[in-house]
C-alpha cells in the first residue's frame, strides 16, 4: 500500500515502512518536505503495524539538503524552516523503531544529516557524492543538525564538518558510515531484508536500548533554545556566506 504525504511517499511493506522523499531531482528541504515528514515519522509512531521505518532517496539523489535554487528566505520563512527541520529530525531521532535510511545516492550537506538521524544505514557500493559543505556554502548548521552530526560521527565530526569536503562514499574515511554496500541490483531488496530483521526484534527491547543510546543527542536538540537557532540563521545573512550561495545559484543555473 502506498500513502502519499506530499512530498513523502510512504510505502508499506507488511511491518516496513518506506518513506521515500518525493521532490527530485534532488529531494531539496524546503517548509513543505520536512513538515510532511515530520508528520510521516510521527505517523509512524502511532502505527502499531510499524515496526521498522525506511529512509530513501530516487533517482541519483537521497537529498541534497536545503535547497540552493530557491530564493532568498526572509526572516519569518527562514525560522519557519529552522522549527520544521528541528521538528522532522528529532522525530527521527526520537522514534522508538528500528530506522534505516537507504542511501540510494549523493548524500549532501543536510542529505547526509538525515540519513546520520537514523539508527542503520545502507548504500549501494557504486560510488556517490556524500559530504557535510555547509561551511563552504555559507550555511549555518541548525542546531539540530550539528547536535546529529556530533553524536553519529563522533571523533570524525570535525574533520568532515570544517573540511567542508565532497567525498566519494567509497572514500576510507567514510567505512564506518554505512552498515552494508550491497550492490545496485540487489540494493533495495537487501535494504529490506535488513528491515524486517529489525522488524522482527522484540519492539520493547530495542525501544529500550535505543532510547538510552539516544538520550545525549536528544538532551543536546533540546537543549538549543532562541537564541542559538537565532545565531545559526545569522550564518546565513553574512555577505561571505550570500556571496558563497549565489555562487552556488549560478552554477545551478538559477
Same mark, same amino acid.
Given at each position: 500500500?502506498?500513502?502519499? #504525504?506530499?512530498?513523502?511517499?510512504?510505502?508499506?511493506?507488511?511491518?516496513?515502512?518506506?518513506?521515500?522523499?518525493?521532490?527530485?531531482?534532488? #529531494?531539496? @528541504?524546503?517548509?513543505?518536505?520536512?513538515?510532511?515528514?515530520?508528520?510521516?515519522?510521527?505517523?509512524?509512531?502511532?502505527? =502499531?503495524?510499524?515496526?521498522?521505518?525506511?529512509?530513501?532517496?530516487?533517482?541519483? @539523489? @537521497?537529498?541534497?539538503? @536545503?535547497?540552493?535554487?530557491?530564493?532568498?528566505?526572509?526572516?519569518?520563512?527562514?525560522?519557519?524552516?529552522?522549527?520544521?527541520? #528541528? $521538528?522532522?529530525?528529532? $522525530?527521527?531521532?526520537?522514534?522508538?523503531?528500528?530506522?534505516?535510511?537507504?542511501?540510494?545516492?549523493?548524500?549532501?550537506?543536510?542529505?547526509?544529516?538525515?540519513?546520520?538521524?537514523?539508527?542503520? *544505514?545502507?548504500?549501494?557500493?557504486?560510488? +556517490?557524492?556524500?559530504?557535510?559543505?555547509?561551511?563552504?556554502?555559507?550555511?549555518?548548521?541548525?542546531?539540530?543538525?550539528?547536535?546529529?552530526?556530533?553524536?553519529?560521527?563522533?571523533?570524525?565530526?570535525?574533520?568532515?564538518?570544517?573540511?567542508?569536503?565532497?567525498?566519494?562514499?567509497?572514500?576510507?574515511?567514510?567505512? +564506518?558510515?554505512? &552498515?552494508?554496500?550491497? %550492490?545496485?541490483?540487489? +540494493?533495495?531488496?537487501?535494504?529490506?531484508?535488513?528491515?524486517?530483521?529489525?522488524?522482527?526484534?522484540?519492539?520493547?527491547?530495542?525501544?529500550?536500548?535505543?532510547?538510552?543510546?539516544? =538520550?545525549?543527542?536528544?538532551? *543536546?536538540?533540546?537543549?538549543?533554545?532562541?537564541? %542559538? &537557532?537565532? %545565531?545559526?540563521? $545569522?550564518?546565513?545573512?553574512?555577505?561571505?556566506?550570500?556571496?558563497? &550561495?549565489?555562487?552556488? =545559484?549560478? $552554477?545551478?543555473? *538559477?
Amino acid at each position: 500500500m502506498t500513502t502519499a #504525504h506530499g512530498f513523502v511517499r510512504g510505502e508499506h511493506d507488511d511491518d516496513v515502512l518506506v518513506l521515500r522523499l518525493n521532490r527530485p531531482p534532488a #529531494h531539496a @528541504f524546503t517548509t513543505e518536505l520536512l513538515a510532511d515528514l515530520d508528520a510521516a515519522v510521527r505517523g509512524a509512531a502511532e502505527d =502499531r503495524t510499524v515496526r521498522c521505518v525506511v529512509v530513501t532517496g530516487s533517482g541519483s @539523489f @537521497f537529498s541534497g539538503g @536545503f535547497d540552493m535554487k530557491a530564493p532568498p528566505r526572509g526572516p519569518v520563512e527562514a525560522l519557519e524552516m529552522t522549527n520544521l527541520y #528541528h $521538528s522532522a529530525h528529532r $522525530s527521527l531521532v526520537a522514534l522508538p523503531k528500528p530506522t534505516i535510511a537507504a542511501v540510494n545516492g549523493h548524500a549532501v550537506a543536510g542529505g547526509l544529516i538525515l540519513a546520520l538521524a537514523c539508527d542503520h *544505514r545502507v548504500a549501494p557500493s557504486l560510488p +556517490f557524492r556524500v559530504g557535510l559543505t555547509e561551511v563552504a556554502v555559507g550555511a549555518g548548521y541548525p542546531p539540530a543538525a550539528s547536535a546529529i552530526a556530533i553524536d553519529r560521527l563522533g571523533a570524525e565530526a570535525m574533520g568532515l564538518m570544517l573540511g567542508a569536503d565532497l567525498l566519494w562514499s567509497d572514500d576510507p574515511r567514510l567505512s +564506518f558510515l554505512f &552498515r552494508s554496500r550491497p %550492490e545496485p541490483a540487489t +540494493f533495495e531488496e537487501e535494504t529490506l531484508v535488513l528491515a524486517r530483521k529489525l522488524a522482527a526484534l522484540p519492539a520493547a527491547g530495542y525501544a529500550h536500548a535505543k532510547a538510552a543510546l539516544v =538520550r545525549d543527542v536528544l538532551a *543536546r536538540i533540546d537543549g538549543a533554545g532562541d537564541e %542559538e &537557532r537565532a %545565531e545559526a540563521l $545569522s550564518v546565513w545573512t553574512d555577505p561571505e556566506s550570500d556571496a558563497a &550561495r549565489d555562487e552556488v =545559484r549560478r $552554477s545551478l543555473g *538559477r
